[in-house]
Nanobody
Framework: VQLQASGGGLVQSGGSLRLSCAAS????????LGWFRQAPGKEREFVSA????????NYAESVKGRFTISRDNAENTLSLQMNSLKPEDTAVYYC?????????????????WGKGTQVTVSS
């Protein structure tokens, strides 16, 4: 399984960005997908998760109402639409895959990590 995140960049406070994650190598397993982020000097934290079917989603309290996760299984892509961005959203964002929905919400439950993409929000 390989995951490649993209779409990061520099944006002003209040702006929007859309992150994408291209997934490959999935076969025979219904993978749950998610996003984590790590700010400088801080531990990696959970941002959002989505089940294989897309029918279940979950968000960290800090991003609820501002971020929207989605997936396209036909295209093997994961997205994170980020609106009303704040300086505290500045971090490296990672996409992640796990064999079940609950596991993809925890750092230790993730089976595969993508390389991160930098998001910087200026005030």
């Amino acid at each position: 399984v390989q995951l490649q995140a993209s779409g990061g960049g520099l944006v002003q406070s209040g702006g929007s960005l859309r992150l994408s994650c291209a997934a490959s190598g999935f076969s025979g397993v219904d993978w749950a997908l998610g996003w984590f982020r790590q700010a400088p000097g801080k531990e990696r934290e959970f941002v959002s998760a989505i089940s294989w079917s897309g029918g279940s989603t979950n968000y960290a309290e800090s991003v609820k109402g501002r971020f929207t996760i989605s997936r396209d299984n036909a295209e093997n892509t994961l997205s994170l639409q980020m609106n009303s961005l704040k300086p505290e959203d500045t971090a490296v964002y990672y996409c992640a895959a796990a064999t079940n929905y609950q596991a993809v919400m925890t750092d230790y439950g993730v089976d595969f990590w993508g390389k991160g993409t930098q998001v910087t929000v200026s005030s």
